[in-house]
């Protein structure tokens, strides 16, 4: 099954690009295009051998991660990222950090921890805060209201 | 339930506490600006002639304006991804961009969606240029510009002319010699002038439309046929320019800085004096003639003439040469 | 020459200058840790501080800096997957692997000390090569960048025994990415679905972070080893910090042939350190009698790869001074520097400014030195810092270096999407068994191999037929053959390897090299 959805994945990436393809000068299309149409025929013999070779998994021989392990990854990367245009760099941060620190505990939480995860949270996002907006002259995403 | 709660106010402090030190940073009213540090942003890679250009400047600039100013890079696309960002930036003068014509002109013109219009983007002040300059290997046959038009005319197409990038001023540079002496040569653009003399002094071209300040750097390993300028220039005294050798191209890339087309005219106005009074530095002026850039001074509206003027140029060649969709 | 290389060697061993040189290089380590900060960034913002010195102290403290930031990138890829720079990123291959193992004491002793050499070696083809090297290193014209590329990409073959199908499959996907944004010859608008922003293309760096350290991230989260550190076995063995020095070092075979192969790569314009660290990986693993541990914690791929991206500092100053080409990105700032001090590179400056010359090109070989001590003590500090954090905070801690790293090369949220994009891509692609590795490879060079081509084709316009000039140029013609030789080699030496199994022990394990390349 891997083999067929790996293939197919890729057969719908082609697909996306092919669609855009527009191209203003005489040789602007020569790479895109022959790399387009390799990556698709190579894809397809991904899913052949899928189709036609039950025996390999065609997944990755690694650890398997739990559902919810992963759907909880996800979410906060997805929420830390997207939330920086709006809370900035920093608010983000601290609160993300915290939140990821806490969630990454195996017993409930008490206040202590609470409180520790804030401070490790406040240290290392302001450190970094401070480093690159007053030694290197970087501005980091602000707050926005 | 009782640590979450905490956990929740304890955010819910922190919040408060950042925005009330977010307000206080506040205050860009224009009356007394620059208040704070001022950041001058290249849409290009550092190393490159308008860094050189702004570190010239960045010393002279803080004394004169009382405040740091910070050179950052935001590269991409040609330009064109740091001048969309200008074009969405706050209109306070704290965030200043160095804007090159023809880049500017030509990105919106050829390619549909730019992110920015010429008109979004406000020149403060055009303060240097580089003229277009054609180079031969030191070893090639080519003496002058005619045996370089007699050359491509036995050859048509046939001889390669290498230059920084496309739809910059090197590029329309080898369209308007062309269009000129009616000669069909072939452009190759390289990502950047590095690149581009590695392959003149390789021979992997024929020739190089560069800008002046390689004439200098390369010394005699290339041959300078002409230079894109009225007279002939302080700097290179010995290099013919195009018009004494028959054909009228004046052409180059010009460096200046811009901002949002809201910024306040006094703020506008401070940055001009600013600039103007850096071109006016005598180790500034020394550095550029020994670099072999022109020292220019256009405020806000001979920038808008000139890139109008260029505009209509650029504008009649490519559509006669069918660039234009 | 002598004369002025001696003179050079008593002007470095100032008090003052040592403590410029350490300055540099420490500084340099710092930013090059810093995903995000490459470099060419760490120079040029480096730069304005120079003005206030006079011109030998200002060139020196940048050419250490830049020595300390290439070997600095080798801390982050080692031990948190994250290549500080893209020089670095074929020493995440197997450095990180060694960190997982208990070992990254052991990888970070070995990546200082493959600077270190590679660092001297550089400087040595600098001093002794420069003029005829650089002459060669012209006559790399379009058509060899493009095979260049291409041998780049053979690499592929070797980085994915396991399926090489899967490999070349990645290699292609990253070959496709690169092609969005502005068409490098041509200037087309490709591929930006509807986002002005990405005329820019996708942004290397941000894309390193999220395809090396996005997937790392999600797997430490969604793990529930909560509290545990990450193991740290060289704490408990009884190795020595000597000892594994002395075991880097016996490795001279890879350290000479990988610092060649830095220097020859950093001549080349346009090249530099993302794609030497990558060719020695390759030629270290292809020369290896255990070819199938590279990926899983084989020092000798930290090695090659850090030995390589040190040299190309000193092979990038060959054309640089020589002939005011630059050779690598920082080396184009460098350039701007010399130039603003009214000194034209070229043949007769190593004659009119004989002293100041051979004091710079002295000061980095006197910071290749340096990055032993320091790297010994404060990167094996920031090595036992990381290792003694709980998970707990190491993967937050992580993410806000990706987050920051990503956003800073362009000060744009944007690269952040994409940095955590291509990261969920990657994780995904991963469990299909595509690695991130082929990815990054394809990415890096597909620029490159597409300029070559279309080059190619508009100088040799003249020609009858001028695809036809890919084939008959002297140098394309060796790099043909390296190409075949590169890509069929990793098949040759796996039949190798079952001829000698079979013949010893016939109950080994099918399957052992299949994880080769995972990353």
């Known amino acids: 099954m891997g083999n067929i959805v790996g293939g197919l994945a890729m057969l719908g990436l082609c697909l996306v690009f092919w669609v855009q393809r527009d191209y203003s000068s005489d040789n602007g299309g020569l790479f895109p295009d022959a790399v387009m149409i390799t990556l698709a025929v190579l894809s397809l013999f991904l899913v052949a051998r899928g189709v036609f070779w039950r025996t390999e998994t065609g997944w990755d021989a690694g650890e398997r991660l739990g559902w919810g392990g992963l759907a909880r990854a996800f979410l906060l990367l997805a929420a830390w990222v997207a939330s920086l245009p709006l809370l900035g760099y920093v608010v983000g941060g601290i609160v993300f950090f915290t939140l990821m620190a806490l969630l990454m505990r195996t017993e409930r939480p008490t206040l202590k921890n609470v409180a520790l995860d804030l401070t490790v949270a406040f240290v290392v996002v302001g450190g970094f805060y401070l480093a690159f907006t007053r030694v290197l002259f970087v501005n980091l995403p602000e707050l926005f209201i | ?325 | 020459m002598f004369d002025l290389l001696g003179q050079g060697l008593l002007a470095n061993l100032t008090p003052a200058m040592l403590l410029l040189v350490l300055v540099g290089t420490l500084s340099g380590m710092t930013i090059g840790a810093m995903p995000g900060l490459s470099a060419t960034m760490g120079v040029a913002l480096l730069v304005p501080f120079t003005f206030a010195m006079e011109p030998t102290s200002g060139l020196v403290l940048l050419g250490a800096f830049y020595m300390g930031a290439i070997y600095g990138g080798s801390f982050t890829a080692i031990l948190v997957n994250a290549p500080g720079t893209p020089s670095s990123i074929a020493s995440a291959f197997d450095g990180y692997p060694l960190t997982k193992k208990g070992r990254s004491e052991y990888a970070i002793v070995g990546a200082t000390m493959g600077s270190f050499v590679g660092g001297i070696i550089g400087v040595i083809a600098l001093i002794f090569l420069a003029p005829p090297l650089a002459q060669f290193s012209l006559r790399f014209g379009p058509q060899e960048y493009f095979w260049v590329a291409i041998f780049g990409l053979t690499i592929i073959a070797s980085l994915a025994t396991g399926s090489l199908l899967k490999g070349l499959i990645g290699g292609l996907f990253g070959l496709l990415l690169a092609t969005v944004g502005i068409a490098p010859v041509g200037g087309d608008v490709r591929f930006i679905f509807g986002e002005s922003t990405l005329q820019g293309g996708i942004p290397l760096v941000p894309a390193l972070i999220g395809l090396f350290t996005i997937p790392e991230i999600i797997s430490l989260v969604a793990r529930r080893t909560r509290d545990a550190t990450i193991a740290d076995d060289d704490q408990q063995k009884k190795d020595t910090v000597w000892g594994m020095v002395k075991d880097v070092l016996s490795r001279w075979g890879n350290l000479l042939r990988s610092s060649l192969i830095g220097a020859a790569v950093g001549i080349l314009p346009g090249a530099g350190g993302s794609i030497a660290n990558l060719v020695a990986y390759n030629e270290a693993k292809r020369a290896s009698k255990h070819p199938e541990t590279f990926g899983t914690g084989e020092i000798d791929g930290v090695i090659a790869s850090e030995t390589a991206n040190n040299a190309t500092v000193g092979g990038g100053f060959i054309p640089t001074l020589t002939l005011g080409v630059p050779g690598t990105p920082p080396d184009a700032i460098i350039l701007g520097v010399l130039l603003l001090h009214g000194l034209r590179p070229g043949a007769q400056l190593f004659e009119t400014s004989g002293p100041l010359v051979y004091t710079f090109i002295i000061a980095l070989a006197v910071a290749a030195v340096m990055m032993v001590p320091v790297g010994l003590i404060a990167g094996r500090g920031l090595q036992r810092g990381i290792m003694a954090l709980p998970v707990r905070y190491l993967a937050p801690s992580i993410t806000v270096l990706a987050i920051v790293g990503a956003y800073a090369i362009r000060n744009s949220v944007f690269d952040v999407f994409i940095m955590l994009a291509l990261g969920v891509v990657a994780y995904l692609l991963n469990r299909v068994g595509i690695g991130g590795a082929p990815i990054v490879l394809g990415l890096v060079l597909g620029t490159i191999a597409e300029t070559g081509l279309v080059q190619g084709i508009l100088t040799s316009s003249g020609e009858d037929l001028p695809w036809l000039t890919f084939f008959t140029r002297p140098i394309s013609i060796v790099l043909i053959v390296m190409c075949v030789v590169s890509a069929v080699w990793p098949f040759v030496q796996k039949r190798r390897a079952e001829a000698r199994r079979a013949q010893a022990v016939p109950a080994v394990p099918v399957g052992q090299s299949e994880r080769g390349g995972k990353n």
Not at chain 2, 152 to 170: E, M, Q, R
């Open chain 2, 1 to 325: 339930m009782n640590s979450r709660r905490t956990l929740l106010s304890l955010i819910g402090m922190l919040g408060v506490a950042v925005l009330a030190a977010g307000c206080s940073a506040g205050g860009d009213s224009p009356a007394g600006y620059p208040e704070k540090r001022i950041d001058y942003v290249l849409p290009f890679d550092p190393g490159g002639e308008s860094d050189i250009t702004a570190r010239l400047q960045q010393e002279l600039l803080t004394d004169i304006l009382g405040q740091s100013v910070s050179v950052s890079y935001k590269p991409g696309g040609g330009g064109a991804l740091g001048w969309s960002e200008l074009t969405r930036t706050a209109p306070n003068g704290y965030t200043i961009m160095g804007s090159n014509l023809p880049h500017i002109i030509l990105q919106p013109m050829l390619r549909g969606d730019a992110g920015y219009a010429t008109e979004d983007i406000k020149q403060v002040y055009i303060f240097q240029s580089t003229p277009n300059a054609l180079l031969v290997p030191a070893d090639s046959d080519i003496q002058d510009l005619d045996d370089f038009v007699a050359a491509a005319k036995a050859k048509p197409g046939g001889l390669s002319i290498g230059g920084s990038g496309d739809f910059t001023a090197n590029h329309l540079g080898a369209l308007l010699l062309g269009d000129l002496a009616d000669i069909d040569v072939t452009y190759t653009p390289f990502t950047g002038t590095g690149t581009a003399v590695a392959a003149i002094l390789g021979g992997h071209v024929d020739g190089l439309m560069s800008y002046s300040p390689q004439v200098i750097q390369l010394g005699d390993q290339v041959r300078a046929i002409a230079v894109a300028t009225d007279e002939r220039m302080d700097a290179l005294p010995d290099v013919p320019t195009f018009k004494e050798q028959g054909y009228d191209l004046v052409d180059g890339a010009y460096r200046g800085i811009s901002v949002p087309t809201d910024t306040p005219d006094e703020v506008v106005e401070t940055l001009r004096a600013a600039f103007e009074q850096v071109n006016q530095d005598p180790g500034l002026i020394a550095a550029f003639k020994e670099q072999a850039f022109v020292l220019e001074n256009y405020g806000p509206e001979e920038a808008a003439e000139l890139t109008a003027e260029r505009a209509s140029i650029y504008e009649d060649l490519l559509d006669r040469l069918g660039m234009l969709d």
